[in-house]
């Protein structure tokens, strides 16, 4: 196949641009640069002057929760209880008789008031209704919910927000909202694989080609297993697995990379703290919660190392980071010459004397740029004078880090092309550009969806460029977005997806 008549932006620097693409079997043939290449029978493809890219890579994201959660009550955007609770009533219409009402998105920092179980009773006293907060580490619940546990709730590591007489209001945040999401808020096989179908479907029309998957747990695995035994995966799948498993793998001998071109393991998941939203992001001031501290993360990292496996670590606020660097540190010379390579996940808040340790250390930033405009709210109000250290991806850039940009989907979107444009513009509505100067260019941005995400993957010898060798996976858009300004990039759109040769999203011919 060749495709011809458009612009190749193939993200090497060999060669930058090409005027035509040539393609064998699964893979980016000779002849890149002209569409004189000689191919026995070629199809010939008129790109119309569209763009060609490596496809998109979202470096973090939760994608059998996200392919549920398509599916649930959407609460982003409510802007108080009483519009969360609306949404509540119509999506009790819908509901099936012995269910569970689920929901995800809302944000109460901006609320007049707290969320209680009384708010949600107005409208449910019989149904359990259990609604995850945007970042996913808080968990608002009714009372026949919240009775479900029978009064236990306390977890180390966890918060339950109580009254005045010590009543939990039906909040729970960190280890005690995930403890109770995993015991009591159960989804058949059947409905995730259900919905990962769909959401496979949404991630080819975005261009999407691979994931990290942050699911971290065995059952995300056999999913994906099961969607591969039913037919040819439309992703490339690098699997994280938990840090708590780490004795079990390591007692089977599985090691990261185990698996095939479509789907691997890759790396543990380990949590130093909460969120910004939740409030529980570990900050030098001594506020928020300890997930795993400092020497527990350097113990999970040398024993990783011995076994074989990467961490990737989630981080949010300035102590959590700082500790995570320390604790990488600190076992580099065991896990440096293994060539391991080790991440932070969204790095939210630095100390500015921890900005160029990433570079110094050896340890990949994967953010996610959509946050930025969408916490800057809270972000304002929360870390009021320390946002200069907030979401730096310019900074982490400039210091020599490896950056990769993920969406964290759901909390936002799963949507490269968004993703995009806030790292570029660090807005996606009409308001200015929050905090400017962490902008990033837009072959930045493009490197970090496409190649560091390979890169992290161990796959930078055949993915992430459009280069002869390398798989045939790409994105044609209806625009070049290295040619076009700023305000213009609402305007780009995918046109098309193909995976190892195959078009998975929208075929050619086009109008």
Avoid at 62 to 91: N, Q, Y
Avoid at 122 to 132: G, I, K, N, T, W
Avoid at 407 to 422: H, K, Q, V
Wanted: aromatic fraction near 6%; proline fraction near 5%; include cysteine.
């Amino acid at each position: 196949m060749i495709l011809e008549r458009g612009i190749v932006r193939t993200l090497d620097q060999s060669l930058a641009t090409a005027s035509a693409l040539a393609i064998a079997g699964d893979r980016v043939a000779g002849g890149v640069g002209t569409h004189e290449t000689a191919l026995p029978s070629p199809d010939r493809v008129d790109l119309g002057g569209r763009c060609v890219l490596p496809g998109f890579v979202d470096a973090h994201v939760h994608f059998p929760t996200w392919a549920l959660a398509r599916r649930e009550v959407r609460l982003e955007g409510a802007g108080s209880i009483e519009e969360a609770v609306s949404r509540v009533r119509d999506g009790l219409g819908t509901l099936r008789e012995g269910g569970w009402l689920r929901g995800r998105g809302w944000r109460s920092a901006q609320w007049p008031s707290e969320p209680t179980k009384e708010a949600l009773d107005e409208v449910s006293r019989d149904v359990p209704v259990a609604l995850l907060a945007h970042d996913s580490h808080s968990l608002w619940l009714n009372s026949v919910a919240l009775a479900q546990a029978n009064g236990d709730l306390d977890v180390d590591g966890g918060v339950v927000e109580r009254d005045e007489a010590g009543e939990p209001t039906g909040v729970l945040r960190e280890e005690a909202c995930w403890r109770f999401r995993d015991r009591y808020l159960e989804t058949s096989d059947g409905e995730y694989l259900e919905a990962m179908r769909e959401g496979l479907r949404v991630a080819a029309a975005r261009g999407v080609i691979a994931v990290h998957d942050k699911d971290g747990w065995i059952g995300a695995l056999r999913f994906w297993q099961s969607l591969a035994a039913d037919g040819p995966l439309t992703l490339r799948v690098w699997q994280s697995l938990p840090a708590d498993d780490l004795d079990r793998l390591a007692g089977l001998g599985l090691r990261s990379g185990f698996g095939d071109a479509m789907l691997r393991v890759g790396y543990l998941k380990a949590f130093m703290d909460g969120t910004l939203g939740s409030q529980t992001a570990r900050m030098l001031d001594g506020s928020g919660v300890q997930i795993t501290s400092r020497d527990e993360l350097a113990d999970i990292v040398r024993r990783g190392a011995a076994a074989g496996w990467p961490v990737a670590v989630h981080a949010i606020g300035d102590r959590a980071n700082r500790e995570a660097l320390d604790a990488f540190e600190e076992t580099r010379d065991e896990w440096a010459p293994r060539g391991l390579r080790q991440r932070i996940e969204h790095a939210q808040l630095l100390a500015p004397e921890d900005v160029d340790r990433f570079a110094e250390i050896g340890v990949a930033a994967s953010v996610q740029f959509s946050h930025a405009p969408s916490d800057r709210d809270v972000a304002d109000r929360y870390w009021a004078g320390k946002t200069d250290g907030a979401y730096a991806y310019r900074s982490l850039w400039d210091s020599g880090a490896v950056v990769a940009n993920g969406s964290d989907a759901p909390i936002e979107e799963l949507d490269p092309l968004a993703g995009i444009r806030a790292g570029v513009l660090r807005t996606l509505d009409d308001r200015p550009a929050w905090h400017p100067e962490q902008a990033l260019s837009m072959e930045q941005a493009l490197q970090a969806t496409c190649v560091t995400p390979a890169w992290l993957s161990y796959d930078e010898r055949r993915r992430g460029k459009l280069v002869p060798g390398y798989y045939a996976d790409l994105v044609v858009l209806n625009r070049d977005p290295l040619a076009i300004e700023p305000e213009e990039l609402a305007d780009l759109e995918v046109v098309a997806t193909m995976l190892g040769g195959r078009w998975i999203h929208n075929p050619p011919p086009w109008d």
